[in-house]
């Protein structure tokens, strides 16, 4: 009797342990399917999130890039390269979409496609901006004003630590070897100009962005070409806002050649209408002709030591005449002298006309000017806003859960994610930028 209670307890308690199991496995079955969904939404929002974030690194690069180079953005139908492209911004048109010539070589299409990550690149390039169902790369170029409204008031910049401020840089230092009193002129092989006190010293400010890394200075004092003083400088380097000292030590120049003194001309015999008046002008500057002049006009040249013949007007109501003798400048600098007027007649001679030449005041010295200060003055922009480069980039995110599907796509099969970055452009990079 006991045997058969405990067989009969014993079928209870594994009947009771297959029950429990089966009922186990029934609410797995209802919780399994709600897990799964649960897990596949996280996956799915967590492509999603991914997605959104790469696109909005990838928007971000390419608005840098855009800013950068400015020039190069608004460009399209590249062949090349930048510079050989159909430029596409107008008054009216602002806004491109880059189109599959555009990734590789428009600075703005490439950093988006570069930084997109492991998005899938074929959606970018293979025709974009077709459907939603293609990325899509939008470059907006918005003028000066356009952000008027989030700079309240408007302000006066100096670029000071701008990538094109101190488009210049500031050289000093001294020409040495000068005549006394004198100043040089100093010049930058871009073409800048500045000159010296009359000790020497010179401050210029140069050229230094763009493709201009070195610069040669040269000073000249006198005449460029022969009897001056000159000397150059350089290459040295230069930089945005550096401030190097160069000296420069000049040497003379070569004298300029002494001209061949010409010989007294010997006129025609002067006919019976003319009076021939023959001299010397004296005392002339070693090696030094001049210039003999009539009151009717004539002219004769002397030769090196003062002799002179001219034929003259002596004829009608010319009865007397009055001969100039001028050597360099009429003004200053030069000699010059006169003698008459004195009597000629038709046919006749006047010998020994002879013209004390006297030295003319010296030219006065121009005031020596000093160079610019110690630094080139900032560039100044008169309002912060300028021109701004807006991306935005759009992307179809697969969705790939089934049951969920409906909550996150926006077309069948995917979810279109955008996002859109704008970054100033430099005043600098609109003109001198790549």
């Not at 160069?246 to 120049?253: C, F, G, Q, R, S």
């Not at 025609?268 to 003999?292: D, E, F, K, R, Y």
């Not at 400048?329 to 007027?341: A, F, I, L």
């Not at 992307?395 to 077309?411: K, L, M, N, R, T």
Request: proline share 8%; net charge negative.
């Amino acid at each position: 009797m006991q045997n058969r209670h405990l067989r009969q307890h014993g079928y209870r308690l594994r009947f009771g342990g297959r029950r429990r199991r089966g009922q186990s496995l029934v609410e797995l079955a209802l919780v399994a399917p709600i897990l799964v969904v649960m897990l596949l939404g996280a996956a799915q929002v967590g492509s999603l999130a991914f997605g959104l974030v790469s696109i909005d690194t990838a928007a971000r690069e390419g608005a840098r890039a855009g800013a950068v180079s400015p020039n190069c953005s608004v460009e399209s139908a590249f062949a090349t390269g930048c510079g050989t492209g159909t430029v596409w911004y107008t008054g009216a048109q602002t806004s491109h979409q880059c189109t599959a010539a555009d990734f590789g070589v428009n600075p703005i299409c490439e950093a988006v496609l570069n930084s997109a990550g492991t998005l899938n690149a074929s959606l970018f390039k293979t025709n974009p901006c077709a459907s939603a169902q293609q990325a899509c790369v939008t470059i907006t170029l918005i003028p000066p004003a356009g952000l008027l409204s989030t700079q309240v008031p408007p302000q006066t910049a100096h670029l000071d630590a701008s990538s094109c401020n101190g488009a210049t840089a500031t050289v000093t230092g001294v020409v040495s070897g000068m005549p006394s009193g004198q100043t040089a002129t100093v010049t930058a092989i871009t073409g800048e100009t500045q000159p010296t006190d009359t000790s020497g010293n010179f401050s210029i400010c140069v050229k230094a962005n763009g493709g201009t890394t070195s610069q040669t200075l040269t000073a000249q004092v006198g005449s460029a070409s022969c009897g001056g003083y000159s000397g150059s400088v350089g290459p040295f380097p230069v930089s945005p806002g550096a401030t190097p000292t160069e000296n420069i030590t000049v040497t003379a120049e070569a004298a300029c050649p002494t001209a061949t003194p010409t010989p007294t001309p010997t006129p025609a015999t002067c006919n019976n209408q003319q009076a021939t008046v023959t001299g010397v002008a004296s005392p002339l500057p070693s090696g030094q002709l001049a210039t003999i002049t009539a009151t009717t006009g004539e002219t004769a040249t002397t030769d090196s030591v003062g002799n002179y013949t001219i034929c003259v007007k002596a004829n009608g109501g010319t009865n007397s005449q009055t001969l100039t003798a001028q050597v360099g400048s009429p003004v200053c600098g030069g000699s010059t002298g006169s003698v008459g007027p004195f009597a000629v007649t038709g046919g006749g001679s006047n010998p020994n006309e002879n013209i004390p030449v006297t030295a003319e005041a010296a030219c006065p010295t121009p005031t020596p000017v000093t160079g610019p200060g110690a630094t080139c003055a900032p560039e100044v922009i008169p309002n912060l806003d300028t021109y701004f480069v807006q991306v935005t980039v759009t992307y179809p995110s697969p969705i790939f859960v089934p049951f969920i599907g409906g909550i996150f796509q926006s077309q069948s099969g995917f979810r279109v994610i955008s996002t859109t970055v704008t970054d100033a452009i430099e005043p600098c990079t609109l003109t001198q930028g790549q």
